[in-house]
């Protein structure tokens, strides 16, 4: 398994992270960069078509707002989000799982992939995901917040994962995701 960020890192917005597999794909949350000339996640058509699944976080657009591009440049797979998030997005992915934030819980859905997820405290809806693909664990938080005093956070202290994507996104740091991605490659 490989983690691609697809953008996010040092950006406020296009919170996109791609997990490849053998086989198949995961994408986590697809968002706009607005006011950007490329405001769409940094995934070529051959990346998009290998992805089975995407998880959304939340109804922000800074992590849903791409869906319909991605629909167009050819993905076809599931989109599961809590049902809360659904019915706040403007454009609805096709085939979906709605996911009950009522409790935290756990899904399989496929022989190597199983998720648990719980609410991030950010805001209705908000999830966070902890996935095992692949024989690996893996952690996405989508603006995860759990000193917030009007949605209810799941904490998540002493979980323990092999890789961990904790949504940084208004940090202080300006530039882009390719910005960060080559300082990342420079650092080996």
């Not at 949350?29 to 769409?40: A, F, I, K, R, Y």
């Not at 648990?116 to 693909?133: A, N, P, Q």
Request: charged share 25%; proline share 2%; glycine share 8%.
């Amino acid at each position: 398994m490989k983690a691609y960020i697809a953008g996010g890192c040092y950006e406020h917005g296009r919170n996109s992270f791609l997990l490849e597999g053998s086989e198949y794909s995961l994408l986590v949350d697809c968002g706009t960069m607005q006011g950007s000339e490329t405001p769409n996640p940094y995934l070529s058509k051959e990346q998009i078509s290998k992805i089975r699944y995407v998880f959304l976080t939340h109804s922000h657009k800074d992590h849903v707002g791409s869906l319909e591009w991605l629909y167009q440049q050819g993905f076809c797979g599931k989109v599961y989000l809590a049902k809360e998030t659904y019915e706040q997005m403007s454009v609805k992915p096709k085939e979906y799982v709605l996911l009950d934030i009522s409790k935290q819980d756990t899904v399989r859905i496929e022989n190597d992939l199983e998720i648990r997820y719980g609410r991030s405290g950010h805001c209705v809806g908000s999830l966070w995901f902890k996935m095992s693909f692949e024989e690996k664990e893996v952690l996405f938080t989508g603006d995860y917040c759990e000193d917030s005093e009007a949605y209810i956070c799941d904490v998540l202290r002493d979980t323990y994962v092999d890789m961990a994507f904790v949504d940084c996104a208004y940090g202080n740091k300006i530039g882009t995701a390719l910005q960060s991605k080559q300082k990342l490659k420079e650092k080996k």
